[in-house]
């Protein structure tokens, strides 16, 4: 499976974005069993957990950094996956990239993905 992540830019401080996901694949492939999860990772650090579903969409898991302000979510039916961003800060600022879990939950270990894209490019502003 592939994934393409869409949506950054440049914003600023308070703003927002909605990043999203897509998947495809072979004939037939899907993510609806899948946990998905959203990771960052900002110049000269590590890449980092942002926030995770079930395949469901029942169980969500965000970093402190973020919980509050990001939401993620899932349409089974696109074989998509999303991440609404409101009340960016400076520190938002990374490259995000979305991953599809090995297992039907999500997870904050990056280990825990079998496939990962390609990354997308979110400035904060002050």
Do not use: H
Not at 48 to 65: H, I, K, L, T
């Amino acid at each position: 499976v592939q994934l393409q992540a869409s949506g950054g830019g440049l914003v600023q401080t308070g703003g927002s974005l909605r990043l999203s996901c897509a998947a495809s694949g072979r004939s037939g492939r899907t993510l609806s069993n899948n946990g998905m999860g959203w990771f960052r990772q900002s110049p000269g650090k590590e890449r980092e957990f942002v926030a995770a579903m079930d395949w469901r969409g029942g169980s969500r898991y965000y970093a402190p950094s973020v919980k509050g302000r990001f939401t993620i979510s899932r349409d089974n039916a696109k074989n998509m996956s999303y991440l609404q961003m409101n009340s960016l800060k400076v520190e938002d600022t990374a490259v995000y990239y979305c991953a599809a879990s090995r297992y039907t939950s999500g997870s904050p270990q990056a280990v825990s993905y079998a496939a990962w894209g390609q990354g997308t490019q979110v400035t904060v502003s002050s």
